[in-house]
């Protein structure tokens, strides 16, 4: 599915897509990697950006506040699950996808209690990814969603409070 028609289908309601940020920061020392997953990912109509170290994707993390990112376990300065943490402190919405060539059940399990959205084995199949990056801005899609629920909640509440309170003050004064 194309990106714009994914985005059609995340904001029915009249929402466009450029209501929310589609930038994807991708955080792997392999350039190559790095260079066809950012292919991949702007052939489908998002805005990938590329950082070889964990200081440099923390830094444009700052600049760019990603919505999702891609983070390889194994960074030349730091672990992968560090920088994932480093990102949910920056932005706790942010949804981060760990890579890896070297899968095992303890970095699996490490990653996902740091809050890692899914834990993705290299070699990373186009379809997998377009697919994981689709269930990801879905997610985001029916976190807003909740976000506006509850805040339509509250602001019914306020107004059912304020109409009893005036039934309340009617009925005092007969």
Request: with cysteine; hydrophobic share 40%.
């Amino acid at each position: 599915m194309k990106a714009k028609t994914f985005f059609r289908k995340l904001f029915p309601t009249g929402r466009q897509a450029d209501d929310v940020t589609r930038t994807i920061l991708i955080v792997d020392d392999d350039e190559g990697l790095c260079d066809n997953l950012k292919d991949i990912l702007e052939g489908e109509g998002y805005e990938a950006h590329c950082a070889a170290t964990g200081s440099e994707g923390a830094r444009m993390a700052k600049e760019l506040r990603p919505c999702t990112a891609l983070v390889d376990l194994k960074l030349p300065d730091r672990s992968g699950t560090a920088l994932l943490s480093e990102l949910k402190r920056m932005n706790p919405d942010c949804i981060c996808i760990l890579m890896t060539a070297y899968a095992d059940v303890d970095s699996a399990v490490v990653a996902l209690e740091k809050g890692a959205f899914y834990y993705l084995q290299k070699p990373i199949r186009p379809a997998e990814l377009v697919e994981l990056v689709e269930l990801a801005f879905e997610s985001i899609r029916l976190r807003e969603e909740k976000r506006q629920s509850e805040e339509e909640l509250r602001s019914r509440n306020r107004e059912l409070e304020e109409t009893i309170a005036r039934l309340k003050k009617i009925i005092d004064q007969q």
